[in-house]
């Protein structure tokens, strides 16, 4: 299957990039003019990898950045030479904003923002994108690189987009939390662990498949599991009461989104070029 723009140049591939890669592998994507730039030189399986831009031959029409945000500062002169006035730039870089990026990418044709999560690598990823300058032609290009993916939208605007990020992006860690959590109250009663866990893992994501099935309310699901005065009403009174789980994961979110507010100013801030 021809998924990329030819020729496409991934930027490091670790975690995020290397999630991605495996979704696209598992959707039977052609990685022919896929190059994979990674200093280590680390090698990933079909993928040509380089150790720098130099050695990635003529510029890229996509360009992924997939290292840290701090990076940014440090990668993005060593790589702007490389990119050409068609070349989009889609940056997985959590809290760098759009008009970060286009100060340290002027010359490239478009920039666009992607917060994929990691579930992309089984297909079942949400990835949020986000761009101000994207043609029709450039969102289709992208749309066409997420849609095998998983859930995609694009954003109407970048405090949406780091919404759908908050919520998303990294989503997937809390939901490990709270899976662990299920699972050592299983060990509590005796389970071993390996079978508490696997328990708590399907018992998610069969919860998770009956909501995106049956599209009812997470109060109407809730009910149907709890009888009156039966025992899943006695658990549900502890996790409610006065909000509590509500107001934990509002304070998860919140202490999230400054984070990212913070790493933004680190990232505009970190070439000098804001101040
Ligand atoms: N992890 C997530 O769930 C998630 C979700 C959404 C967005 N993101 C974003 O994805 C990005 C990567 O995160 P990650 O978790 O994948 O990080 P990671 O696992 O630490 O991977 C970082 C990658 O950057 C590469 N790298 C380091 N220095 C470089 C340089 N000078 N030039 C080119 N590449 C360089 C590394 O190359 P080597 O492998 O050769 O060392 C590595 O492959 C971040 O910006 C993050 O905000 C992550």
Redesign the pocket.
Known sequence: MNIFPSPTWL???????GALVDGWRSATADFAPVTV????G?PVEGVRTVTSAGQAGPPPRLVVL????Q?LG??APQLAPYLSAKTIVLS???GANAATLRRHFPGAATIVRA????AVAVRRGVTALYSEDAGDTAKAEVSRLFEHLGFGLWTLDEARFGAVGAVA?SGPAYVARFIDALAKGGVARGLSPDTAQAIAVETVYGTGWLAASTRESMDDLARRVASPKGTTEAGLAVLDQDGRLDSLVMEVIDAAAARGTQLGSEVAGSDGLLH
């Open positions: 930027i490091g591939c670790g975690n995020m990039t730039v990674r200093p280590s680390t997939g290292f840290k945000p990076q440090e990668v997985l870089l959590a917060m994929p999560n990691l992006g």
